[in-house]
């Protein structure tokens, strides 16, 4: 077994023992089952974090 990825669940299904709900983070050891996952579309990769700082030019004129 690889190392463990971590996903992001986009639909609501059983895993390890209990019901896992969508936007809930996860942790799959088995690159097999995590590709099955995420062609299943229960999972999907995490987005990388978004800044949530806005630039001066993004800001609504006032």
Not at 11 to 35: C, M, N, Q, S, Y
Not at 41 to 54: D, N
């Given at each position: 077994?690889?190392?463990?990825?971590?996903?992001?669940?986009?639909?609501?299904?059983?895993?390890?023992?209990?019901?896992?709900?969508?936007?809930?983070?996860?942790?799959?050891?088995?690159?097999?089952?995590?590709?099955?996952?995420?062609?299943?579309?229960?999972?999907?990769?995490?987005?990388?974090?978004?800044?949530?700082?806005?630039r001066r030019d993004m800001r609504p004129e006032g």
């Open positions: 077994m690889g190392a463990t990825q971590t996903y992001e669940v986009a639909v609501a299904f059983p895993f390890a023992g209990r019901l896992r709900h969508a936007g809930e983070t996860i942790e799959v050891a088995d690159p097999k089952h995590a590709r099955l996952l995420v062609l299943l579309g229960k999972i999907r990769e995490l987005a990388p974090k978004r800044s949530t700082y806005k």
